[in-house]
């Protein structure tokens, strides 16, 4: 099962944006708007931030917002704060024999 | 709240199997499935595996296929995920959450496999 390309880590100033991508295929995120991100502070159990490309749950921060063109979808944090440092993973629903892949990781850095 | 609560850390040597139970509450525990997931030291996400909690079908990583059993018990809303024939590359943390997307996460069971 193919993991999704993010990249390894992305850093920004507090108060910047940053962006996170996320490159699949026409068998997973550019198929599908089954796209999800999920925040990781290691230790603690995942938490969704964006489902379905780009609705973002109950609680969440509009900080964070998501969005797809073809087979890269984004996420995108805007003012970013220091508590925002974590890793960041997408997945994705896929028509391959495993119905679901994450992303590599990104982990993001505020400076 | 609803909250997903697993069992605790595991240590089994090679060739054992472990089983990992995540107890549901807070919602009502058969309308949603149950996935895992991995993630062995210094790697990502892995998706193991999902379980219909409603009629117990199940779709399991092809990775994991002949190692792996999800199942769960209604009357105390527990999922459990037993994977057998250990070995040192299975020793990750492991994850349950609710169906997809993953809205609801456990807090994580530690399983290490070493001699």
């Known amino acids: 099962q193919s993991a999704l390309t993010q990249p390894a880590s992305v850093s920004g100033s507090p108060g910047q944006s940053i962006t996170i991508s996320c490159t699949g295929s026409?068998?997973?995120?550019?198929?599908?708007?089954?796209v999800s991100w999920y925040q990781h502070h290691p230790g603690k159990a995942p938490k969704l931030m964006i489902s379905d490309v780009s609705n973002r749950p109950s609680g969440v921060s509009n900080r964070f917002s998501g969005s797809k063109s073809g087979n890269t979808a984004s996420l995108t944090i805007s003012g970013l704060q220091a508590e925002d440092e974590a890793y960041y993973y997408c997945s994705s629903y896929t028509s391959r024999s495993t119905p679901y892949v994450f992303g590599t990781g990104t982990k993001v850095t505020v400076l | 709240q609803v909250q997903l609560v697993q069992s605790g850390a595991e240590v089994k040597k090679p060739g054992a199997s472990v089983k990992v139970s995540c107890r549901a509450s807070g919602y009502n525990f058969s309308r949603y499935g149950i996935t895992w997931v991995r993630q062995a030291p210094g790697q990502g996400l892995e998706w193991m595996g999902w379980?219909?909690?409603?009629?117990?079908?199940?779709n399991y990583a092809q990775k994991f296929q002949g190692r792996v059993t999800m199942t769960t018990a209604t009357p105390t809303s527990t999922a459990y995920m037993e994977l057998t024939s250990l070995r040192s590359d299975d020793t990750a943390v492991y994850y349950c959450?609710?169906?997809?997307?993953?809205?609801?996460w456990g807090q994580g069971t530690m399983v290490t496999v070493s001699s």
């Open positions: 959450a609710r169906d997809f997307p993953f809205d609801i």
């Open positions: 379980i219909n909690v409603y009629n117990g079908n199940t």
């Open positions: 026409s068998s997973d995120v550019g198929g599908y708007n089954f």
